[in-house]
């Protein structure tokens, strides 16, 4: 009575297991409208994330290993898909009961593995790295400080998707018969006549490869790979230091005999250019970087720098404005650097979510420039000031100079 109680109940929970079981797209982390390449790509990135020999003893990662084996199979096939699509996992599961493709589907998770990997379904046994491919990207200061997204394209070598890399139409491949799959074989040289030389060489008829095909993908011609382009996003976050780099795990070139080496993406800033619209032509675009800081140099008249009264708007890159200003009297020496806290560039965090950003200083310079010509009765009037306060003040320019002082000391008033 017991048992059939526990029966009954497991037999009720079924039906909650299939709808539980995860969606697939989502399994992979791609859209419903993903094509095929994508469809690969989330695949080779997951399968050997959540392989089993890099979490031993996982189950829950061993589990996933298996989930997405199985997503993938519904959904890199167009027919099976669009069963999903429609009826979902219940579907998939009646359609392969019914056996319409008899023995297509429930592969062994591994079988698939090492169809995109080689190696038996395991890492490990010296499976080779491609080589990794490095490219320098350059991008404006402005999208340092504010972040941005860019698509970029990259040519590299793909494995072919007709014959997902078998170079056979028809997915056939025969033991070569001229190496019988050993890829090598022994050739003879005569050296001298009656002597001969023994040397292993390549198989020339199979290419080291141990298998001929005999109907040749038309799409690569055998080659089993091609050349194409290949679209990527560049996220460059905020305050993301110089030379920063980014990497594609696996988006190097591809091919049948070794795991893709890595797309490593170099981030630069490029120089300020003159932007063809007005908001590109802000103060902003102009400032220097440092690390956390920016830079910026600040050219004030001989007039405001001594007399002060004056204010300045600075438009930062991102377009808010920083205002500099001196009151009336407030004298600004040349060279001055005034450090505007929290105006430099973010400071990059990896975790975006913790807190409000941090900022480093934006550093000002001011240069003065004196007038190198004025109108003659300017000229004279001014000169009648200096004379009329030289006069009064008694000034001693020695004295001032903080030099030491030959006579007795001076009344320190400066120079006008
Ligand atoms: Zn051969
Ligand atoms: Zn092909």
């Known amino acids: 009575m017991h048992l059939f109680c526990t029966l009954t109940a497991l037999l009720c929970l079924l039906p909650l297991l299939v709808l539980c079981a995860e969606d697939y797209y989502k399994l992979l982390g791609i859209s419903k409208d993903?094509?095929?390449?994508?469809?690969?790509?989330?695949?080779?990135?997951?399968?050997?994330?959540?392989?089993?020999?890099?979490?031993?003893?996982?189950?829950?990662?061993?589990?996933?290993?298996?989930?997405?084996?199985?997503?993938?199979?519904?959904?890199?096939?167009?027919?099976?898909?669009?069963?999903?699509?429609?009826?979902?996992?219940?579907?998939?599961?009646?359609?392969?009961?019914?056996?319409?493709?008899?023995?297509?589907?429930?592969?062994?998770?591994?079988?698939?593995?090492?169809?995109?990997?080689?190696?038996?379904?395991?890492?490990?046994?010296?499976?080779?790295?491609?080589?990794?491919?490095?490219?320098?990207?350059?991008?404006?200061?402005?999208?340092?400080?504010?972040?941005?997204?860019?698509?970029?394209?990259?040519?590299?070598?793909?494995?072919?998707?007709?014959?997902?890399?078998?170079?056979?139409?028809d997915g056939q491949r025969?033991?070569?018969?001229?190496?019988?799959?050993?890829?090598?074989?022994?050739?003879?040289?005569?050296?001298?006549?009656?002597?001969?030389?023994?040397?292993?060489?390549?198989?020339?008829?199979?290419?080291?490869?141990?298998?001929?095909?005999?109907?040749?993908?038309?799409?690569?011609?055998?080659?089993?790979?091609?050349?194409?382009?290949?679209?990527?996003?560049?996220?460059?976050?905020?305050?993301?230091?110089?030379?920063?780099?980014?990497?594609?795990?696996?988006?190097?070139?591809?091919?049948?005999?070794?795991?893709?080496?890595?797309?490593?993406?170099?981030?630069f800033e490029k120089d300020p250019e003159l932007g063809k619209e007005d908001k590109d032509r802000t103060d902003g675009t102009f400032f220097r970087r440092k690390d956390q800081n920016l830079f910026w140099r600040e050219v004030l008249s001989l007039r405001e720098a001594w007399m002060g009264g004056w204010t300045r708007n600075l438009t930062h890159l991102d377009g808010h404005i920083v205002q500099l200003s001196r009151p009336r009297g407030s004298v600004v020496q040349p060279g001055t650097v005034e450090i505007v806290a929290d105006e430099g560039m973010p400071v990059w965090r990896h975790d975006t979510d913790s807190g409000a950003p941090e900022y480093g200083a934006l550093h000002v310079e001011y240069v003065v420039v004196l007038p190198d010509a004025m109108e003659k009765k300017m000229e004279g009037e001014f000169w009648e000031v200096w004379e009329k306060w030289r006069r009064k003040n008694g000034v001693d320019l020695l004295a001032d100079s903080g030099r030491p002082i030959p006579g007795p000391p001076g009344k320190g008033h400066d120079e006008l």
Request: glycine residues 14%; contains cysteine.
């Open 174 to 267: 025969d033991t070569c018969g001229k190496c019988h799959g050993q890829g090598m074989v022994i050739q003879k040289h005569m050296l001298a006549p009656g002597i001969f030389q023994q040397m292993q060489m390549q198989c020339d008829m199979c290419g080291g490869r141990g298998s001929t095909v005999k109907h040749k993908c038309k799409v690569c011609g055998g080659q089993r790979v091609k050349r194409a382009e290949e679209s990527f996003e560049l996220h460059v976050e905020k305050g993301m230091p110089k030379g920063a780099r980014v990497t594609y795990e696996n988006e190097g070139d591809e091919s049948p005999d070794w795991e893709a080496g890595d797309l490593v993406v170099h981030i």
């Open 34 to 169: 993903a094509g095929d390449r994508q469809i690969k790509k989330a695949y080779r990135t997951l399968s050997k994330k959540y392989h089993p020999d890099k979490n031993p003893d996982d189950e829950t990662a061993h589990q996933k290993f298996v989930e997405i084996a199985e997503a993938y199979d519904v959904l890199s096939d167009p027919e099976v898909r669009k069963i999903y699509d429609q009826y979902g996992h219940e579907g998939v599961k009646q359609h392969q009961q019914g056996g319409q493709r008899g023995g297509h589907h429930g592969h062994d998770p591994f079988d698939l593995f090492s169809r995109f990997f080689g190696g038996g379904g395991h890492f490990g046994r010296g499976q080779r790295k491609g080589q990794n491919m490095e490219l320098r990207i350059n991008v404006s200061l402005k999208d340092f400080y504010m972040g941005a997204t860019h698509e970029f394209k990259v040519e590299k070598q793909q494995i072919c998707e007709a014959c997902e890399g078998s170079g056979s139409e």
